[in-house]
């Protein structure tokens, strides 16, 4: 699940915490709003990481068991949109953990949905 994080966010949530509690050494208030805002960030965080992970193996499972034809996406950025696979067994895919691979293809298995 630690593989879906987003360290950025993370980081900078930390940074304020961490900004934060230097601040409050300093002030005689305590600023415990602040602290619950940072809290409810992390959760928020740790959240969003639980529902990318619980996506990416039900989008497995579906490989695996040959359900579903996936329908991928994989790059893209701000100014191009992202590139589109087709994805299942039957088409020469393989897994190998959170990633679908085929020749020199990877794509993550929480970019996925049912075709």
């Known amino acids: 699940m630690f593989e879906y994080l987003n360290y950025g966010a993370l980081g900078l949530i930390g ?6 509690i230097v601040i409050d050494l300093n002030s005689k208030k305590s600023p415990t709003a602040l602290y ?5 960030c992390i959760v928020a965080i740790f959240l969003s990481a639980y529902n990318e992970h619980s996506t990416a193996l039900e989008n497995i499972n579906a490989f695996k068991n040959k359900k579903a034809t996936l329908k991928c996406m994989s790059g893209g950025g701000l ?3 992202p590139n589109t696979y087709r994805v299942s067994l039957d088409d020469g895919w393989k897994l ?3 990633y679908f691979i085929k020749d020199a ?6 970019k996925c949905e049912r075709w």
Not at 15 to 20: H, M
Not at 105 to 110: E, L, P, Q, S, T
């Open 15 to 20: 940074f304020l915490g961490i900004t934060t």
């Open 105 to 110: 293809f990877m794509v993550r298995a929480n």
């Open 36 to 40: 619950t805002m940072e809290l409810i």
């Open 96 to 98: 190998d953990k959170d």
């Open 79 to 81: 100014y191009t949109s």
